[in-house]
């Protein structure tokens, strides 16, 4: 019986998923059964003959999908919103790449199983704050440790300088964000001089098996950004800032996933010569300026698709990630079509990750994370009857399941 | 934008498949509007070569959706500088150029209860307005006789407001019943004073206080109260605190732990106005569920959902959605949410919220079902007049273009337009919320 925080425990062992329509997204839809064992999908195909010591669950009119990953949240870093002392997500300093988001995720947030429940088994938790806030991680969404549930993959962000208003309360004048967005450029630019700086000589210590003296953390996780083994996230919204940061991209020579990209539409062009991947959301926005179209939210990762980008959706969320196929679905039904909008939720996400070899799609040798639907995931009256992460039967209940039913039918009811 | 003084308030709607909300869904259907009104649905109506004609072959006509919790087309939400600001009222800062009203229409809502936030105990009065955008004066946005309605809030916002911030009662829940109480008390012994001064008992009349006059007419039944409320505890205790002063009127707003205690809204006659699944933004909302629509549908408490932001109120339909994911309401319990019951608590149910003879002309057009996730609005008529035509929509949303203009401003972090129930209270708490 679950408690406070703690759902039911999840199940290992072997299972078969029988008569079901497996949705694979790598190599098409068919029906098919699917079997898991020691974590991982096992065999895929038609008939599959029920080993010992499985157990066999009927999916007959049901479908299978891989888990859905969001390409960026907090969830784990936040737990009540206006509660800042249950914030980690957001560290003082503006130059602080060294800040790791998955040793402070929390595994036992109350979000993790909330979001779980919908279908999402993977999520990228990222820092926020100042110029560069940190290193995000991606995260499995079951675990009692961070390192159990740690996805292998972690990226540098970089909030790259911008140009736009920060909301409508932001009163500065046009002069002094000009004043502020060209500062921060400057510094940015001094920055990464320093990082190659100290790459250079951190090669050549290494190279004459020397120690460097001096603790630079900072300074020590931009190493493998300067050498192009790990990526840097820059988050970048407006037109021209994206043009900025493009020329910055190819000056820098990193290896680059832009994120945000809400006014990518305008650009889409020049973003897919350059081979940059995107990470787009929520889809589920207001558009960045008063004078644009209703929907420009809703079709930017469409547009951007077409042009041949290759686009990754996020919720950017903390507490309702599990909105991540109603992001999709929008995405799909005003221009991405829901092929592309379900790869980007998943085998697209994984392949931005250097994932893909692990997770990502429905494919023989993958890892077991996958869910079974009663229908397409993007409808609100599609429900999921088993989830699996990591191969173990997740429970699918969280605190919303279980207030659901307590509540339903109050006993005592009005009477003391 | 179009001439608005040449609108015809006539419009033919051929061949969709209408969702009355009280009458079932009929396939193959027209609904006529004219003069503003419904006239007639049926099938194989002819109206006059004047009448324009939209062809809904393949499409779902429903009644415009009416949002019961919103901020939009208002310049100022929060007056904030008392527990009790009962005086004030919403109605005099609309503003008809809010591009929000657009982007709701474009999302098919017609109505929207605009509302003072929720800093004070008892706040200001709120209007319901038509979203007739083309208009350009203020007071055509006012949807005349509609039941006036004034906000109340309880726990986290007054507490941080007055307690916190102004170092003054309410700090605590216990404060906050206490303004209630104090408030009526006040208003009570006002009435009273007047009454004895008119039945000529007395000499001298009492002071003017347009503040009393207001809480007066809460307690005479005037006024609709819309109280923004969390916790289950808080709910219970205005319940009481009402109930001791004859006052029956109310429309539990947000009422994330409605759910708790749905026994007794629906025993007090009290309706809900929810949230699809916003939680945990505050620690009186840690303990939601998004069953909660649900589950106060189930236990007769008349529910509504709501945006109470400026972006989600574009995709309400898919909101009223998720009440089939988190609880299985059927399609039309799921669209009642978004209709029919937000019309009842803004007690404009008489003219809205169903398409139905006589009703006005408030209609959403939509691709696809509305409660699927690929159905776009395709156009939405207000009293007749079509507002939105996804069709004419315009690339460029500015009303007069200024040609030395340096590119419009972009907005980095606007992209929820939500809690906007403190704003002017603590616009620095909202800098850091992504």
């Known amino acids: 019986m679950a408690t406070a925080q703690q759902m039911a425990k999840s199940e290992s062992g072997s299972f078969l998923l029988k008569g079901a329509t497996l949705v694979t997204v790598s190599d098409g839809t068919f029906a098919g059964d699917l079997l898991i064992a020691d974590g991982k999908i096992k065999t895929i195909g038609e008939n599959v003959s029920l080993p010992a010591d499985t157990k066999e669950i009927d999916c007959s009119g049901k479908y299978i999908y891989p888990g859905m990953i969001d390409g960026g949240t907090k969830l784990g870093l936040q737990e009540v919103g206006n509660v800042s002392l249950t914030s980690d997500h957001n560290e003082i300093g503006d130059f602080i790449p060294h800040m790791e988001a998955l040793t402070a995720v929390n595994p036992n947030a109350v979000s993790i199983p909330v979001t779980r429940v919908n279908g999402i088994t993977t999520a990228l938790v990222v820092p926020s704050g100042g110029s560069f806030p940190g290193t995000a991680a991606l995260i499995n969404l079951i675990g009692y440790t961070p390192d159990q549930m740690h996805a292998n993959f972690k990226g540098v962000v970089l909030n790259f300088p911008a140009t736009g208003k920060r909301g409508w309360w932001d009163r500065r004048s046009d002069e002094d964000i000009k004043k502020e967005s060209e500062k921060a450029m400057k510094t940015l630019d001094d920055t990464w001089k320093k990082v190659k700086l100290y790459a250079k000589i951190d090669s050549a210590a290494g190279s004459r098996k020397k120690v460097l003296e001096g603790y630079n953390p900072a300074m020590d996780a931009m190493l493998e950004v300067a050498n192009g083994s790990r990526h840097l996230l820059i988050e970048v919204n407006k037109e021209a800032d994206i043009k900025a940061a493009l020329k910055w991209i190819e000056k820098s020579n990193v290896n680059a996933i832009l994120t945000g990209v809400s006014e990518g539409y305008r650009v889409a062009a020049d973003i897919a010569k350059a081979s940059l991947p995107v990470i787009i959301g929520p889809v589920l926005s207001i558009p960045g300026r008063q004078s644009d179209k209703y929907d420009a939210a809703y079709t930017n990762p469409g547009l951007l698709h077409k042009a041949g980008v290759k686009v990754v959706l996020r919720t950017s969320s903390y507490e309702n990630v599990r909105n991540l196929p109603y992001n999709a679905g929008f995405a799909a039904a005003y221009g991405m079509g829901t092929e592309a909008a379900l790869r980007s939720v998943t085998l697209s996400a994984a392949e931005v990750f250097g994932v893909a070899d692990q997770f990502g799609s429905l494919e023989e040798g993958k890892i077991a994370n996958l869910f079974v639907s009663d229908g397409d995931p993007f409808e609100t009256n599609t429900n999921i009857h088993h989830l699996f992460i990591y191969g173990r039967k997740v429970p699918l209940e969280s605190r919303h399941t279980l207030l659901y039913e307590e509540f339903l039918e109050r006993d005592p009811g009005l009477e003391k | ?434």
């Open chain 2, 1 to 434: 934008m179009a001439n608005h003084c040449a609108m015809s308030q006539d419009v033919l709607i051929k061949n969709g498949t209408v969702i009355t909300i009280t009458d079932g869904v009929k396939e193959n259907t027209d609904v006529l509007i004219q003069n503003g009104k419904i006239k007639s649905i049926g099938a194989g109506i002819s109206a006059g070569d004047q009448v324009r004609v939209v062809e809904a072959e393949g499409m779902y006509v429903m009644p415009g959706i009416i949002d019961a919790h919103s901020h939009i087309g208002i310049d100022v939400v929060n007056e904030a500088t008392a527990p009790v600001t009962a005086e004030v009222r919403v109605g005099d800062v609309i503003n008809p150029y809010s591009v929000s009203i657009y982007r709701a229409l474009a999302g098919g809502v017609t109505t929207s209860h605009a509302m003072h936030g929720s800093a004070n105990a008892i706040g200001g009065q709120c209007e319901t307005i038509k979203h007739r955008y083309g208009e350009e004066d203020p007071e055509a946005l006012k949807m005349e006789g509609a039941p006036r309605t004034i906000k109340f809030a309880l726990g986290e916002n007054p507490m941080r407001v007055h307690g916190e911030g102004q170092g003054i009662q309410p700090k605590t829940r216990m404060g906050i019943e206490q303004v209630f109480r104090k408030a009526f008390a006040e208003a009570q012994d006002y009435e009273t004073s007047w009454q004895k001064y008119n039945a000529g008992n007395s000499q001298t009349a009492p002071a003017y206080d347009i503040r009393k006059e207001a809480v007066a007419d809460i307690l005479s039944g005037e006024i609709i109260i819309h109280c923004h409320s969390y916790r289950a505890d808080e709910i219970l205790m205005l319940m009481d605190v009402l109930e001791d002063y004859g006052v029956d009127k109310i429309c539990f707003q947000h009422v994330n732990e409605g759910f708790k205690v749905a026994p007794e809204l629906a025993a007090f006659g009290a309706s809900a106005s929810v949230f699809a699944d916003w939680w945990a933004y505050k620690f009186e909302v840690y303990y939601s569920t998004a069953y909660n629509a649900a589950i106060l549908t189930k236990n007769n408490v008349v529910t509504s959902i709501n945006s109470d932001s400026g972006e989600l109120i574009r995709h309400l339909y898919h909101e009223a959605g998720k009440s089939q994911k988190y609880g299985g309401l059927t399609d039309n319990e799921a669209l009642r949410l978004i209709t029919i019951n937000p019309a009842k608590q803004l007690g404009i149910d008489d003219r809205v919220g169903s398409i139905e003879v006589g009703k006005e002309g408030d209609v959403a057009i939509f691709s696809a079902h509305p409660l699927s996730i690929y159905a776009i609005p395709q156009m939405t008529i207000v009293d007749g007049i079509v507002r939105f035509d996804i069709e004419t929509d315009p690339v460029d949303m500015r009303l007069d273009i200024d040609p030395e203009e340096n590119m419009p401003s972009f907005y980095e972090l606007d992209a929820h337009d939500h809690h906007r129930c403190m704003e002017g209270v603590f616009e620095d708490l909202f800098t850091d919320q992504h």
